[in-house]
Nanobody
Framework: QVQLVESGGGLVQPGGSLRLSCAAS????????MGWYRQAPGKERELVAGISRDGITNYVDSVKGRFAISRSNAKNTVYLEMNSLKPEDTAVYYCNARIRSTPAAPYDYYWGQGTQVTVSS
């Protein structure tokens, strides 16, 4: 079984910073892409940032220049550094990873439980 456990959410004032972490554990042979999604109340879940195993990144336009995604392949962990936070960044943030449990298994997508980020004065 594979688990993704997120940490680092919380309440921050506009203009502040937060760093989210997501560690994958369990039966893991390899991890392909990893990413962060978010879902605000009444809105669809959206991809915030993604990173390939080789470190190629992509971002939604609204966070470019403010957020940075990174990963540690040795620790099976993905990070999201969030700076210059705005009230519209308020959402539940979920990590996602494409993981293969054995050499013969196909890649499956796994989700974390979500962590709340609230940007408010």
């Amino acid at each position: 079984q594979v688990q993704l456990v997120e940490s680092g959410g919380g309440l921050v004032q506009p203009g502040g910073s937060l760093r989210l972490s997501c560690a994958a554990s369990g039966s893991i042979f390899s991890i392909n892409t990893m990413g962060w999604y978010r879902q605000a109340p009444g809105k669809e879940r959206e991809l915030v940032a993604g990173i390939s195993r080789d470190g190629i990144t992509n971002y939604v336009d609204s966070v470019k220049g403010r957020f940075a995604i990174s990963r540690s392949n040795a620790k099976n962990t993905v990070y999201l550094e969030m700076n210059s936070l705005k009230p519209e960044d308020t959402a539940v943030y979920y990590c996602n990873a494409r993981i293969r449990s054995t050499p013969a298994a196909p890649y499956d997508y796994y989700w974390g439980q979500g962590t709340q980020v609230t940007v408010s004065s």
